[in-house]
């Protein structure tokens, strides 16, 4: 079982920063991904960034490129999104997500709310 907890979201005035942070607790050995993903009221959800085991490899949506940041410390076992220039399309409830190689394949937190106001 891998167990993620998220903090850091709130509320913040359009062209804003918030830093979002995950921690990650139990066979944290199993995780080869981790990172964020968020939903919008009435919209599924979506990829914002992931970085891999390693901390090499990262993906991120095309609409947070330029203005998101991921990092990963695998000593402490977290995650964190810097966001800058926040829009607010970038409303969202916002997921830490870790992938792992065997079922269940992947785990989340429970979610954190980023409100950007215009």
């Known amino acids: 079982q891998v167990q993620l907890v998220e903090s850091g979201g709130g509320l913040v005035q359009a062209g804003g920063s918030l830093r979002l942070s995950c921690a990650a607790s139990?066979?944290?050995?199993?995780?080869?991904?981790i990172g964020w993903y968020r939903q919008a009221p009435g919209k599924q959800r979506e990829l914002v960034a992931t970085i891999s085991s390693s901390g090499g490899s990262t993906v991120y949506a095309d609409s947070v490129k330029g203005r998101f940041t991921i990092s990963r410390d695998n000593t402490k076992n977290t995650v964190a999104l810097q966001m800058n220039s926040l829009k607010p399309e970038d409303t969202a409830v916002y997921y830490c997500?870790?992938?792992?190689?065997?079922?269940?394949?992947?785990?989340w937190g429970q979610g954190t709310q980023v409100t950007v106001t215009s």
């Open positions: 997500y870790a992938g792992v190689k065997s079922y269940p394949y992947s785990y």
């Open positions: 139990g066979s944290t050995f199993r995780i080869n991904v």
